[in-house]
């Protein structure tokens, strides 16, 4: 679908600002790559072949005696005896020597009459966020080639960790900062282009309801219902969306008796197609000035929930947790590193980005 000329300047503007450009590109395959972290850190293979027929184990379930062995569980592909059972076609026992079976079979020697030689087919880092790793030694380990980035003090990836982590703290961005853009906009154009009672009303329940602890609120309902990753996006966006209402309302209560605006009301538009046709793009480049401050804030404030033990679930791979750590082991500086360029990274990009849009709204902006 071909741009309208007014989108195809702003995007002409946005492509000039290099930096914005840039970190769009770097962003967007950062965050691609994040959503197949399952095919890319993961303690399953992405294929089995087994006797001739291929299971997908990143997608199902499959247990143990689906590959020769004796249990219903779920099969542990990195166990020996499964590696083995797999390797082999499941025809010999595996409990003893695994580790040479696998061998013979990689080499090419038959062990068995009916030999059906099978394969896994691993992801680039074979653990996932949560999966305990077996290394010598004591927590956390230093990175090495299994390790890349090391391992936390409960001997989990941190690479692996990162991974997920980052595309779950851009995935919990964007919703809160969607929902709490939405409500804030729509808050602050009403109370801009109607004003009177609407507008004072709507002002002092912003005054009382921007008063009440946010932190103390989301600790008290944690602790009733428990903590879930819905219930933190919720609570949330309860209490950001005042963030833009001040601005938009400005915004509104300076452009809702120019001429045009008079002319549609007079033409008969409805005062919705007034608001958000005609007003909100004059309004946008305000807004977008406070979008970075409102997307930055939200990672940080989910980092800082993580790091004082009330934000996600303990399972769930936190960035803010990986924080916690680098503070509790300070005899293993790659968890601050990590930690700091994981967030400098990422808050840098967002702002670069959301500069570059905020640019390409503004219609006195020009890039040479």
């Not at 696998?102 to 090419?108: H, L, S």
């Not at 809702?256 to 919705?272: C, Q, T």
Request: proline content about 5%.
């Amino acid at each position: 679908m071909a741009l309208s000329p007014l989108n195809q300047r702003r995007w002409t503007n946005f492509k000039r600002n290099k930096r914005a450009l840039w970190s769009l590109i770097i962003f967007s395959v950062l965050f691609t790559l994040s959503l197949f972290a399952e095919f890319i850190a993961n303690d399953k293979p992405i294929l089995v072949s087994y006797r001739g027929e291929i299971y997908a184990p990143v997608f199902k379930f499959y247990p143990e005696t689906q590959f020769g062995g004796d249990f219903r569980t779920e099969a542990v592909y990195s166990d020996p005896e499964v590696r083995c059972l797999i390797t082999t076609g499941g025809n010999i026992d595996c409990f003893d020597e695994p580790e040479a079976l696998i061998e013979q079979a990689d080499q090419g020697i038959e062990t068995g009459d009916d030999f059906h030689k099978g394969w896994m087919l691993w992801p680039v880092i074979p653990f996932k966020y949560d999966t305990i790793v077996d290394v010598r030694g004591v927590a956390p380990s230093a990175p090495d080639g299994s390790n890349w980035l090391g391992t936390d003090d409960t001997k989990r990836d941190v690479l692996a960790r990162v991974i997920y982590g980052f595309r779950l703290s851009i995935f919990y961005t964007l919703l809160v900062t969607g929902f709490a853009s939405v409500i804030g906009i729509a808050v602050g154009a009403a109370s801009g282009y109607f004003g009177g009672w609407f507008d004072l009303i709507s002002q002092r329940f912003i005054e009382i309801w921007t008063g009440i602890p946010s932190l103390y609120i989301i600790i008290i309902m944690f602790a009733i219902l428990g903590r879930s990753f819905w219930l933190l996006v919720l609570l949330t966006v309860l209490f950001s969306w005042p963030g833009l209402v001040g601005v938009v309302r400005a915004e509104f209560f300076r452009a809702r008796n120019f001429e045009y605006v008079r002319a549609a009301r007079a033409l008969g538009v409805s005062n919705a197609t007034i608001m958000f046709r005609h007003m909100l793009p004059n309004a946008m480049v305000a807004t977008l000035t406070l979008m970075p401050f409102l997307i930055t804030g939200t990672i940080a404030g989910l980092a800082s929930l993580d790091f004082l033990g009330f934000g996600l679930p303990s399972s769930a791979p936190s960035l803010g947790e990986m924080t916690l750590q680098a503070k509790q082991n300070l005899q293993a500086p790659w968890l601050a590193f990590t930690a700091f360029f994981t967030f400098a990274i990422m808050l840098s990009l967002l702002v670069f980005i959301f500069e570059g849009v905020r640019d390409a709204f503004d219609p006195r902006k020009t890039f040479l």
